[in-house]
């Protein structure tokens, strides 16, 4: 479950990101704040089980993955070389979850 907390908040910031570039409305930043604040609620959440590192690591390589992919359908330029390396970004996300193991949480001084 935590994982999915992890994908979904990753997808709301391909989501945000992508809408930054054409909000001009109140609505429109109205719309991207609440985007940015729900992400980061179901980040946090993710961090009761799995480790912060982990889980932010793999946040951020949704977003620039999503994003990047995002950019290519709706025109942006893009190379050979940059497929390349966003290949192994995401090889690193995918390397990242599959050697991550939840945990229960403790409180600093637990034992």
Same mark, same amino acid.
């Given at each position: =479950?935590?994982?999915?907390?992890?994908?979904? +908040?990753?997808?709301?910031?391909?989501?945000? +990101?992508?809408?930054?570039?054409?909000?001009?409305?109140?609505?429109?930043?109205?719309?991207?704040?609440?985007?940015?604040?729900?992400?980061?609620?179901?980040?946090?959440?993710?961090?009761?089980?799995?480790? =912060?590192?982990?889980?932010?690591?793999?946040?951020?390589?949704?977003?620039?993955?999503?994003?990047?992919?995002?950019? =290519?359908?709706?025109?942006?330029?893009?190379?050979?070389?940059?497929?390349?390396?966003?290949?192994?970004?995401?090889?690193?996300?995918?390397? =990242?979850?599959?050697?991550?193991?939840?945990?229960?949480?403790?409180?600093?001084?637990?034992?």
């Amino acid at each position: =479950m935590n994982w999915l907390f992890v994908l979904i +908040a990753g997808f709301l910031e391909v989501v945000w +990101a992508t809408a930054l570039k054409g909000a001009e409305t109140l609505l429109d930043w109205t719309v991207i704040f609440i985007l940015i604040a729900v992400s980061f609620i179901l980040l946090i959440r993710s961090y009761r089980k799995i480790p =912060m590192a982990s889980a932010y690591t793999v946040f951020v390589g949704i977003g620039t993955v999503g994003t990047y992919v995002t950019g =290519m359908v709706l025109g942006e330029p893009f190379s050979g070389g940059q497929i390349f390396f966003l290949t192994l970004l995401l090889a690193g996300i995918i390397g =990242m979850k599959l050697f991550t193991k939840e945990h229960d949480t403790q409180s600093r001084g637990e034992h």
